[in-house]
Every structure is written in C-alpha cells, then in structure tokens.
C-alpha cells in the first residue's frame, strides 16, 4: 500500500472571508451570499461540469490548507469546555485535514462555479466537486451522538439579548463604513448563544469583564442575566506590531493603526491588568 499520496487542487473557493471568524460554522443561507469556485485549469473542467446545472446542491472536498499539526483531542465550539477526540467532531485539526462541505450551487459558468453561503475562508482549495442527492445523502432520523445532549442543553436555557454601549456603537459603524470592517453580526450571533468564556469560541474574563475576539478586532463586554452589553470594541494587535511593517501577516493594519489614533485606549496594552 502506498504511504503518501498526491492530491492535487481542481479550483480555489474565493469567498472574501479571509479571517476564520468571519467562515460561519453553520453558513446561514437565508442570508444571501454569493461565492466562486474558479478552476486551476478551465479547459481541463468544461467537459467536466456537464449536466451539474440541474442539481441545486454540491458538495465540496476540500484541504483546511491554514492548519500545519492535528490533535487527538479538540475542544468543540459548542457545547460546555469538553475536550472529545477530533474523528467525533468536525474540527480542523485533523490527521488530515480534509473538509466535506454541502453547498447550494447558484450557477455554472465558464471557468467557475456560483456558490451559495458557504463556510470556507478565501483560497480554500478544493479537491473534488459531487453532486448532492437528498435520497442517498440526507439521513434526518439518524443518532448524532454527544451533540444530542448540546442541543437539548442549548433548547433548554433562555437566549441572551446583546445590545450594543453608545461607544460600542459608534466605533462599529465608523469600522463599517471608514473602512469596510463590519464583524458585528457574527459577534452578535456568538455572543446571543452563549457568552461564557471559552477558548474555541475566543472568549476569555478580562476582570470583571469579558472579550471576544474577531478576528483582527476585539469586543469588550458584560453579562448581566441573560443580557450581554457590548461596551467597547478594541484592536487585537500590539501597536508594536501594528508599526512594524516587516510584519506581513498583520491583517486590517491601516483600520486599526487609524483606530488607535481616534480612540487611544483602545488597544492591546488597555487590556493589560
């Protein structure tokens, strides 16, 4: 038996979500969203993708290609502080790090495929491409294991209502429409089904406080009951970082340095006990 083999990418997803935060878990698809799987080699696929219009879902084989190790053990983002080993659960941290994702298709055209909301961060590469048949790949009435009890857990306990200080506010639309940076929705939606602290969710208690990160940014907030005030929202990396342009890596640099210039306490070292 062979010991390593050879895979080689058909197409790239090109989603615009080039943070993890901003690749939902669940994609909602009442929200509309309109993504490309665009081909290494087009000529190669036209022949290919004949008769794929006429079916109205997809799935996508493809390569977590961000992540470099794997764990035996995995801390899911639902569910309470629970590590369970990773072929249990759908984290990225696998032997290998193969994803399997059900995708509405919008389209095909020349060199690329429509996608509907989809989980990939842009540049995902993807391995193959099967069509989705609801007779044989839909299985509703089947057992899904610990994930059972998280969800009659997650019906039993009230929602959290998140509202937003009147700084919190002004500073998400500045970011939204200064600089096109808009992650209050997706905080929202974490912080609404549980804003306990949790390192896969990226929640942690800052004293008497909490924070989330998103992506490049921070939110700083309470819990009262079953109410989360979003109080201030804060950038995620050093200024030291932020100045030094050898560092590459820094994403939204210029939103955050413009950031610290209008609120000044608004960085990484205001964090610091």
Same mark, same amino acid.
């Given at each position: 038996?062979?010991?390593?083999?050879?895979?080689?990418?058909?197409?790239?997803?090109?989603?615009?979500?080039?943070?993890?935060?901003?690749?939902?878990?669940?994609?909602?698809?009442?929200?509309?969203?309109?993504?490309?799987?665009?081909?290494?080699?087009?000529?190669?696929?036209?022949?290919?993708?004949?008769?794929?219009?006429?079916?109205?879902?997809?799935?996508?084989?493809?390569?977590?290609?961000?992540?470099?190790?794997?764990?035996?053990?995995?801390?899911?983002?639902?569910?309470?502080?629970?590590?369970? /080993?990773?072929?249990?659960?759908?984290?990225?941290?696998?032997?290998?790090?193969? /994803?399997?994702?059900?995708?509405?298709?919008?389209?095909?055209?020349?060199?690329?495929?429509?996608?509907?909301?989809?989980?990939?961060?842009? #540049?995902?590469?993807?391995?193959?491409?099967?069509?989705?048949?609801?007779?044989?790949?839909?299985?509703?009435?089947?057992?899904? /294991?610990?994930?059972?009890?998280?969800?009659?857990?997650?019906?039993?306990?009230?929602?959290?209502?998140?509202?937003?200080?009147?700084?919190?506010?002004?500073?998400?639309?500045?970011?939204?429409?200064?600089?096109?940076?808009?992650?209050?929705?997706?905080?929202?939606?974490?912080?609404?089904?549980?804003?306990?602290?949790?390192?896969?969710?990226?929640?942690?208690?800052?004293?008497?406080?909490?924070?989330?990160?998103? /992506?490049?940014?921070? #939110?700083?907030?309470?819990?009262?009951?079953?109410?989360?005030?979003?109080?201030?929202?804060?950038?995620?990396?050093?200024?030291?970082?932020?100045?030094?342009?050898?560092?590459?890596?820094?994403?939204?640099?210029?939103?955050?340095?413009?950031?610290?210039?209008?609120?000044?306490?608004?960085?990484?070292?205001?964090?610091?006990?």
């Amino acid at each position: 038996m062979e010991a390593e083999l050879t895979l080689k990418p058909i197409g790239f997803v090109r989603s615009g979500k080039g943070e993890k935060f901003e690749a939902r878990h669940q994609p909602l698809e009442s929200e509309p969203e309109v993504n490309r799987l665009e081909w290494t080699d087009p000529a190669a696929m036209r022949e290919a993708v004949r008769d794929l219009e006429g079916f109205s879902r997809i799935w996508l084989v493809w390569w977590f290609h961000r992540n470099r190790t794997w764990r035996p053990l995995v801390l899911p983002p639902r569910g309470p502080a629970q590590r369970r /080993g990773v072929l249990a659960t759908r984290s990225p941290h696998r032997p290998n790090p193969i /994803g399997l994702t059900a995708v509405r298709l919008l389209g095909v055209e020349p060199g690329r495929l429509l996608l509907g909301a989809i989980d990939l961060v842009d #540049g995902t590469p993807v391995f193959d491409v099967k069509p989705y048949i609801p007779k044989y790949d839909a299985f509703p009435d089947e057992r899904s /294991g610990w994930m059972e009890r998280v969800e009659a857990e997650e019906r039993s306990r009230p929602g959290y209502v998140v509202v937003w200080s009147g700084l919190a506010k002004e500073q998400g639309e500045w970011l939204a429409v200064g600089w096109g940076v808009d992650f209050r929705a997706r905080m929202e939606e974490l912080l609404s089904a549980d804003p306990k602290p949790h390192r896969t969710r990226r929640i942690v208690r800052r004293g008497e406080r909490f924070e989330i990160a998103c /992506g490049a940014w921070r #939110g700083v907030f309470r819990v009262s009951e079953t109410v989360v005030t979003v109080e201030e929202l804060q950038v995620g990396f050093p200024r030291r970082f932020l100045e030094d342009r050898s560092r590459t890596e820094v994403p939204e640099r210029e939103a955050q340095l413009a950031f610290l210039v209008r609120w000044p306490d608004g960085g990484v070292e205001a964090r610091r006990p």
